[in-house]
Nanobody, 119 residues
């Protein structure tokens, strides 16, 4: 059974850092992504990584967020630095079985972890 379980969210002041983890069980995937949903807004792509290691980021987090993967632990991470209040939202981990875009078309989703950045 496939499961994606996020952890690491919390409350942090602007300028601070958090590291989100996504523990993946059941199988490995071709691509992984991090998405977020701010209050009152639609869910959006934040960052993602292919099995090859190639990563992509939405423009607003370039230079501040880093996605990585620990193959031995089958865990995907999102290191978030220099956080801003607009980064607040529920962060979801997702995975795709076959080749495709990182921004959409994911097959499995976690339940999310809340990140709150205070000003």
């Amino acid at each position: 059974q496939v499961q994606l379980v996020e952890s690491g969210g919390g409350l942090v002041q602007a300028g601070g850092s958090l590291r989100l983890s996504c523990a993946v069980s059941g199988r490995t995937f071709n691509r992984y992504g991090w998405f977020r949903q701010a209050p009152g807004k639609e869910r959006e792509f934040v960052a993602g990584m292919y099995w090859s290691g190639k990563a992509s980021y939405t423009d607003s987090v370039v230079g501040r967020f880093t996605v990585s993967r620990d193959n031995a632990r089958n865990t995907v991470y999102l290191q978030m630095d220099t956080l801003k209040p607009e980064d607040t939202g529920v962060y979801y981990c997702a995975a795709g079985r076959v080749a495709g875009r990182l921004e959409d078309g994911m097959d499995y989703w976690g339940k999310g972890t809340l990140v709150t950045v205070s000003s």
